[in-house]
């Protein structure tokens, strides 16, 4: 069972899943960071750029998903530093600090509103954001095109480029990729005909989403909408 609510948090949701029975899972790229709480332990997963299997089991998943760059300034470092991985916590800070934070999600009685604690306190200790990220973000949402961005937030390709990597752990051209992918696939499940999503979405046609998806994420629109 998977469950979602907004957070406390700006630009965050907070989910859990969990499974009675052990019940396969494919997680598709989506442009975010999650600090995630699973066996006792505090791990960050950094942005995918493809699509990453996993197990849902009696054991409950719970986490925070970060969109907008949000979750590199949680993390405290490039969001590329991260990339197609999940980390324990310890591993980014130091231990005692990483035992606390552990602990006070281990004796909380809601792990989800401790990890939404967590990151307001390291996001208020965090370098202030200058809005670029969500800028970027918001427009490649709506299917800009990546010079369009670069125009409008009054950078050079080059500029853009690097501090998309720095966001999000790639450059705008897969953020936005990523992005229009997630959006057809959305309107999809809602019972929108592919075809229709696919042109809604910013495709050329059908076979360019068909393409996109294969792409991202090793299988067919078909399989990921059962």
């Not at 600090?35 to 986490?63: C, I, K, N, R």
């Not at 907008?68 to 231990?95: H, K, S």
Request: neutral net charge; glycine residues 8%.
């Amino acid at each position: 069972m998977y469950t979602e609510r907004r957070s406390t948090i700006r630009h965050a949701v907070v989910w859990s899943a969990s499974s009675p029975e052990s019940e396969d899972q494919l997680v598709l790229p989506d442009g975010c960071m999650d600090l995630l709480w699973h066996d006792d332990q505090l791990l960050l997963a950094g942005p995918d750029t493809h699509a990453y299997a996993t197990t849902w089991t009696a054991s409950e998943w719970v986490g925070i998903r970060f969109a907008c760059g949000r979750g590199r300034l949680v993390a405290g470092i490039p969001a590329a530093e991260l990339r197609d991985t999940r980390i324990a916590i310890d591993a980014l800070l130091p231990a005692a600090e990483a035992r606390r934070l552990s602990e006070r999600v281990a004796e909380a009685t809601d792990p989800g509103v401790a990890l939404e604690k967590i990151t307001a306190e390291r996001l208020s200790v965090a370098p202030p954001s200058d809005g670029l990220a969500e800028r970027m973000y918001t427009m490649l949402h709506r299917g800009w095109p990546v010079a369009d961005v670069a125009h409008h937030t009054g950078l050079s390709s080059r500029q853009l480029h690097r501090r998309s990597i720095d966001c999000f752990g790639y450059g705008p051209k897969t953020l936005g990729r990523i992005l229009r992918l997630n959006r057809a696939l959305d309107l999809a499940r809602g019972g929108m005909p592919p075809s229709v999503a696919a042109a809604e979405s910013g495709y050329a046609d059908q076979a360019h989403f068909a393409r996109d998806t294969r792409s991202l994420t090793g299988h067919t629109v078909t399989s990921l909408l059962k």
